[in-house]
């Protein structure tokens, strides 16, 4: 699915080139295989592979030094979150649903975790876009840092929080209730993990995407040749960028991409994270 979020990105750019300009998910496909290579839709995923599943406290600088610390993967410390939380708020008690224990739970845990995948999102996004002139991450973090400094990294942390926050409450307590409707026994069911995975992650990409739009800005002011972009400071100038050129519409560029992309991500790491729960607590009980 990778290579929608890359189609994401490039809609989602604001005042991009004239060559840069799609009309939808078919179109942008079309125009970036032919024009730069079908590869060119997978740029950036290694930064991906490396945030997700073998980053540190450490973030950009890691790739600076050519050294990725494996102890802090980004989805164990996810879920590890996520269930300490819900534990200790009496999420796990009974069969009646617990949805502030579930919100509650599933905003920790997006906290943490996106305290380790910010920088690796960050050149994620610069790869991704129009004219992206790095070969690979290292020399992407390593151009990011001479030229904007550290705090390039995290500029978009606070947004990302703002978004990601609601984005996972709202996953994790539709997660939650939807399979008490479609599993009330809670037994494991891939089929019910997969529909309620996927069916909570479109609403909750749906709802956050106008923060998701203001994040790229923010990632990407970088490369950007508008000089009151390169300038954007935070969430609110950010928008108000938005609002001014697009209006309400802008806020929702890249909505179905990222839907797409979504969807599939949200139901396989549920059905993954329920298959591995199953199989310790299978292994707790035998023993």
Not at 2 to 29: E, H
Not at 66 to 87: C, D, N, R, S, W
Request: charged letters at 15%; a positive charge; proline letters at 6%.
């Amino acid at each position: 699915m990778y290579p929608f979020d890359a189609i994401k990105t490039r809609m989602q750019v604001l005042n991009p080139s004239p060559s840069a300009v799609y009309t939808g998910i078919s179109n942008a496909a079309r125009q970036i295989s032919s024009t730069e290579g079908i590869l060119s839709l997978w740029r950036g995923i290694s930064s991906v592979v490396i945030g997700a599943g073998g980053s540190s406290w450490l973030g950009p600088l890691v790739l600076l030094s050519l050294t990725v610390i494996p102890p802090g993967p980004a989805h164990a410390v996810y879920f590890a979150t996520y269930e300490a939380v819900k534990q200790a708020m009496g999420g796990n008690k009974g069969n009646e649903h617990h949805p502030l224990a579930a919100a509650t739970s599933g905003a920790c845990a997006t906290i943490a975790s996106d305290a380790l995948m910010n920088p690796f999102d960050v050149i994620k996004q610069r790869m991704q876009v129009h004219g992206s002139v790095y070969p690979n991450i290292t020399q992407c973090a390593r151009s990011v840092f001479r030229n904007e400094g550290f705090r390039a990294f995290y500029v978009s942390y606070p947004t990302t929080l703002c978004m990601t926050v609601p984005f996972t409450a709202i996953q994790f307590t539709a997660y939650e209730s939807l399979s008490k409707v479609f599993n009330p026994s809670k037994r494991y069911d891939p089929a019910t993990h997969i529909a309620a995975g996927g069916l909570a992650g479109a609403f909750a990409a749906g709802l956050t995407t106008p923060l998701d739009v203001i994040k790229t800005l923010l990632q990407t002011r970088g490369t950007a040749r508008d000089l009151e972009i390169r300038k954007a400071k935070g969430l609110w100038e950010a928008a108000k960028i938005i609002k001014r050129r697009d209006g309400a519409r802008g806020f929702f560029r890249g909505l179905r991409p990222r839907i797409i992309t979504t969807m599939p991500s949200t139901a396989i790491c549920w059905a993954s994270y329920e298959m591995a729960k199953a199989y310790f607590i299978r292994r707790a009980d035998d023993v």
